[in-house]
């Protein structure tokens, strides 16, 4: 727990249940000590205290009017009354006032541990409790902000259900890029902030609309945020949300924070409009899309560059602009797998725009690589049943490069690469394999055997033969005939 609050008139029983508190083995950052009720309830209004032992008889104000008056208070402590007397009458008056435990002087350090382990366990569990009801309480605010999965009535009824709870002052609602709040900054603001991340994958705030200035000065340096118009009450949440999207969108596009209300269309000459409708025509659509991967990385480049510089000098409209880059997004993972960039995780066009092509020419590397593999495979599966056809003549490695249509360099690389072995070794197994077969299966002489599997000297072939095998190819006859 953080903060422990003894209040006691007396000074050496305040400092004793200090000491045992500090003993308990129950982690307690502060302890603070008053002497009377009137000087804890100053403290109360003023910060936060998880739990407070009071007595019940002190001067200026007692321990049941302080309790009665902490009841009232919007964020209240665990208490426990700490008395000298054993009256039936003082414990009800207590307990019914919120108390939770009632201790008879003197009071023992067990009896101090045992109350503060049980008092742990209950703050645990009410942070628990608390950190759920939040959750909740954001994703019912995010249907009522989005309008989805919700009907007429069921609004109605959360608003009046969460009204009272909602700001009673004009609030505004932020769109900003996901991410571009730090994880303090809903503690940090002094205005009543409330963050809703990863709405559409961006993240969205409602703060107070006097705080929003330096809100955004202090937390959102450089960050492009679109804003609504000040508005108040839930029942204009959805439209507020509404109107600081667009705007969000506005400022992605012109790299500037930008205001629902006061957005206004650039002056954009008609040829230029013209321009970027012809961006958007479905052929033009689909080459930017076709183009990935074809080699053709300038003409690739060219065509994205121009729909981005359309973009940026506002010749297509904010929805046109979204909507084809959407489109687009998709079109390119269904076609050829993700590309890793969402588009409203990004502060300003610029910063996507660099990302995207990035990602974009990686996948055309990838996919132009892929394709150059499967040609030189072709080449290599066409080089093996070239040599397979033709293996009795006169072959090397520089004929089967030239039927292949490969540079020489580039098919020894390949072929081994390929076939695990050089074009030499390739040949002479093929070469001696056959000639096994002739030599199990016919009675023909070795030298005619030699040239029929295109060797025209019978020593060199004899050699190559035994070298391989073992054995020189009469013996291999000799013992394939014993078998």
Same mark, same amino acid.
């Given at each position: 727990?953080?903060? $422990? !609050? ?44 998880? $739990? ?13 009017? !302080?309790?009665?008056?902490? &009841? ?5 402590? !665990? ?25 008879? =002087? ?19 569990? @009410? ?7 939040? =959750? ?147 052929? $033009? ?42 489109? &687009? ?14 588009? @409203? ?14 990602? !974009? ?14 040609? &030189?495979?072709?080449?290599? =599966? ?102």
């Amino acid at each position: 727990m953080n903060t $422990v !609050l003894i209040v006691e008139d007396e000074k050496l029983i305040r400092q004793g249940i200090h000491t045992m508190v500090q003993r308990s083995g129950v982690p307690v950052e502060v302890i603070m000590e008053c002497a009377n009720g009137e000087e804890a309830l100053k403290i109360l209004k003023t910060q936060k205290v998880d $739990v407070m032992f009071t007595d019940i008889r002190m001067q200026k104000m007692d321990g049941i009017e !302080l309790v009665k008056e902490v &009841s009232k208070l919007p964020e209240k402590p !665990l208490m426990v009354a700490v008395s000298g007397y054993d009256d039936f009458t003082y414990a009800v008056e207590m307990l019914r006032n919120g108390v939770r435990e009632y201790l008879l =002087k003197p009071v023992e350090r067990d009896k101090i541990t045992q109350v503060l382990k049980k008092l742990e366990g209950e703050l645990n569990d @009410r942070i628990l409790l608390e950190s759920e009801e939040v =959750k909740l309480g954001k994703h019912r605010l995010k249907n009522l902000m989005l309008g989805e999965h919700i009907t007429e009535e069921e609004k109605a009824d959360l608003i009046s259900k969460y009204e009272g709870q909602f700001y009673t002052e004009p609030y505004c609602v932020l769109v900003l890029p996901r991410g571009a709040l730090s994880p303090d900054a809903a503690s940090s603001t002094s205005g009543h902030l409330v963050i809703l991340e990863d709405v559409y994958g961006a993240d969205v705030c409602l703060i107070e609309s006097k705080y929003v200035s330096p809100f955004i000065l202090n937390e959102l340096p450089g960050v492009f945020a679109g804003i609504s118009a000040p508005c108040e009450g839930m029942e204009s949440l959805q439209e507020a949300y509404e109107g600081a999207s667009l705007a969000r969108r506005y400022s992605f596009i012109r790299g500037s924070i930008q205001k629902a209300g006061e957005l206004e269309e650039k002056r954009i000459p008609d040829a230029f409009r013209a321009q970027g409708a012809k961006l958007l025509e479905q052929a $033009v659509h689909e080459r930017r899309i076709q183009l990935t991967g074809t080699g053709k990385t300038d003409e690739l480049v060219r065509e994205w560059d121009a729909f981005f510089t359309a973009a940026e000098k506002e010749m297509l409209t904010v929805d046109e602009f979204f909507g084809e880059m959407e489109d &687009s997004l998709g079109k390119l993972e269904e076609i050829y797998g993700k590309i890793d960039v969402s588009i @409203r995780s990004y502060n300003q066009l610029g910063d996507f725009r660099a990302a995207f092509m990035d990602s !974009l020419l990686e996948l055309n590397e990838q996919l132009s690589s892929r394709k150059d593999e499967n040609k &030189s495979e072709q080449k290599m =599966k066409m080089a093996i049943e070239y040599i397979e056809a033709n293996f009795q003549s006169d072959l090397n490695m520089a004929v089967v490069s030239n039927y292949v249509s490969m540079n020489y360099s580039l098919f020894s690389y390949s072929f081994k690469q390929y076939t695990g072995q050089n074009f030499v070794n390739f040949l002479k197994e093929i070469r001696i394999r056959e000639a096994k077969k002739l030599l199990e299966s016919t009675d023909e002489k070795i030298v005619d055997i030699a040239q029929k599997v295109g060797y025209d000297n019978e020593k060199h072939f004899m050699k190559i033969f035994k070298a391989t095998c073992g054995v020189s190819p009469s013996e291999y006859r000799r013992n394939m005939q014993h078998i």
